[in-house]
């Protein structure tokens, strides 16, 4: 009896051991498979990677073909089509920007405002270069949007106060805002960059009579005619100026 349990659990033993290394080796498999696949799977998607990644090159390739057959075209005085080539570019690159500020530029001499500002503001939001803020700016100003003019003007001289002109831009916005104050705080900014600027002098003195500031735009005339003692059209406001100056003391003789 004894040898019979004794064979009994052998058998059992080997059966055991058997299907232990089946189901291992099952398992090994099922594992092996899904490794594979897994593998096949990343190796598709590598593909893809590259696939987009050759995409976007020849798409690159394309905007910068497009963008200097733009700029040829504008060199034989051919803008319209110049346009339309700036245009095909920023279809396949929405924020190219070489062809975005041509393109923007274009339109500023085209007197096409809306385009070009909204090109602008693009760019300014994407490099924050006080330029782009500057020329939307300009566009905004010869669309009267005055308010918002301001606002790019003043971001502009705020990242960059070393360029004059800025400050007399920001100041004709003022003018046109009836803020005059402002107008010649700002006027004030540029002559303390470029303090002889005859064009600069002569806004700043206009601004002051128009304020009622007489007796400081004669003084700002003075200084004008220090470096131009000839200029007409600051001899033209001075006797405006002059007369302004004895209305304003003599209101009762105003006709």
Not at 9 to 37: P, T, Y
Not at 138 to 151: G, H, I, M, R
Request: aromatic share 8%.
């Amino acid at each position: 009896m004894w040898t019979y349990l004794a064979i009994l659990f052998s058998f059992l033993f080997l059966v055991g051991v058997f299907v232990h290394r089946v189901m291992s080796n099952k398992r090994d498999a099922i594992q092996e498979k899904a490794r594979a696949e897994a593998k096949a799977a990343m190796e598709s998607q590598e593909s893809e990677e590259e696939k987009k990644v050759r995409l976007s090159r020849e798409q690159k390739d394309q905007v910068e073909t497009l963008c200097k057959r733009g700029e040829s075209l504008i060199n034989a005085g051919k803008d319209e089509e110049a346009v339309k080539c700036f245009v095909q570019a920023l279809s396949i690159n929405t924020q190219h920007p070489e062809t975005q500020q041509r393109l923007a530029l274009l339109y500023l001499q085209k007197q096409m405002y809306g385009g070009a500002a909204a090109l602008f503001q693009q760019l300014a939001q994407q490099t924050n270069d006080p330029m782009h803020y500057s020329h939307w700016g300009l566009a905004l100003y010869q669309q009267s949007d005055f308010e918002n003019a301001k606002v790019a003007y003043q971001t502009a001289v705020d990242l960059d106060p070393s360029r004059p002109q800025r400050f007399i831009s920001l100041s004709q916005v003022y003018k046109a805002l009836g803020q005059l104050s402002n107008a010649i705080i700002a006027t004030n900014k540029a002559l303390e960059i470029d303090e002889k600027n005859i064009e600069f002098l002569y806004q700043l003195a206009d601004l002051q009579a128009e304020a009622g500031n007489y007796m400081e735009a004669k003084e700002t005339l003075k200084r004008l005619f220090e470096t131009d003692a000839t200029n007409r059209a600051a001899k033209t406001l001075l006797k405006e100026i002059s007369k302004l100056e004895l209305e304003a003391a003599n209101p009762s003789e105003q006709k």
